[in-house]
């Protein structure tokens, strides 16, 4: 076969492959063989940083994973390794599992919204979040379907009513008026209980929705609403770590914190949406969010003329 056959064959240069006719016609095979097979690479890191790096992982970083170790060690330290690199490292050192080992069940994926504000995922993330420098709270958490971007996280005490009705307020006033929020099915948003179906059938967050045009969606599964529940996963790593080396051990500083934290995580995680266009709405004359938030009772005055309550929630 002529030279130039066989380089296109190879995938290699002419000339490469005159030098390895040459060695082959010396030495027979083994002369196709690299002299670089079982040395150490050119581009090996020195023995001495991987032992300071890993030091440094272990003292600090060891229930971190190699993505946000990395960047630590870039940010706080100074040592550049890639997170591949890092990650080999704490392979070896037993600090992170491969993904096989660490994957679960895998589900058909739902395409993502064209734009912004077309579909909010809400959900409740309760946890440790300060460790063991406070007590557990909820965290709870929009994420916009269309970008994966993070819109709004606050600290509470648990998932009731009157937090996401504040947390709504304060999404809405920042935003504007989403087309509709995807949620679970917590009481806080749809009545679970046949006897619980009185007047309108409607939970007091979802009345406020309704006063406001915004449509609120109830998920059949958790792994349907699977960008806020991987987001919870992310933020149960990726904030816990960044509250305790900002040392944050309170949900007032906790939620005083959270915009920074927003802001960094969207500038490494966020999409680009299909379609440029926002579908925020704004807020309207008629719309009274003071108003809308507020907890409803319906009562029927008696022939006495006493109130009695006839529905509760």
């Avoid at 100074?78 to 069940?105: H, P, Y």
């Avoid at 460790?131 to 709870?140: A, F, N």
């Avoid at 006063?211 to 987001?231: D, H, P, Y």
Wanted: contains cysteine.
């Amino acid at each position: 076969m002529p030279v130039r056959a066989a380089a296109q064959v190879l995938g290699l240069t002419e000339r490469q492959v005159w030098r390895l006719l040459k060695a082959y016609r010396l030495r027979g095979a083994d002369g196709l063989i690299s002299k670089k097979r079982g040395k150490p690479s050119n581009r090996k890191t020195p023995d001495d940083v991987r032992l300071a790096a890993m030091a440094i992982v272990k003292e600090r970083y060891a229930d971190f994973g190699p993505t946000l170790a990395a960047e630590k060690l870039r940010e706080q330290h100074g040592l550049t390794i890639s997170r591949e690199t890092l990650r080999v490292w704490m392979l070896d050192a037993g600090l992170w599992a491969d993904r096989q080992k660490r994957r679960g069940r895998v589900y058909q994926p739902r395409y993502r919204r064209e734009c912004v504000g077309e579909l909010v995922q809400v959900d409740g993330s309760e946890h440790y979040w300060f460790e063991d420098r406070g007590p557990s709270c909820t965290l709870l958490v929009f994420i916009d379907d269309a970008t994966s971007r993070l819109m709004h996280l606050q600290f509470v005490q648990s998932e009731s009513t009157f937090a996401y009705f504040n947390a709504t307020q304060r999404y809405i006033e920042a935003h504007g008026k989403p087309v509709a929020f995807y949620t679970d099915k917590h009481a806080v948003f749809r009545v679970n209980k046949p006897a619980g179906l009185h007047g309108d059938g409607m939970t007091q967050f979802g009345r406020a929705l309704k006063a406001l045009t915004i449509e609120i969606i109830c998920a059949n599964s958790s792994q349907a609403k699977g960008r806020v529940e991987r987001a919870n996963k992310t933020l149960q790593d990726r904030l816990v770590k960044e509250l305790r080396l900002a040392g944050v051990s309170t949900m007032e500083a906790g939620n005083a914190f959270l915009p920074t934290f927003i802001a960094d995580y969207n500038a490494r995680f966020a999409k680009a949406p299909f379609n440029d266009k926002d579908l925020h709405r704004p807020m309207q004359p008629r719309d009274r969010l003071d108003e809308a938030f507020t907890w409803r009772a319906e009562r029927t005055l008696s022939q006495s003329l006493t109130l009695q309550t006839t529905s509760s929630s």
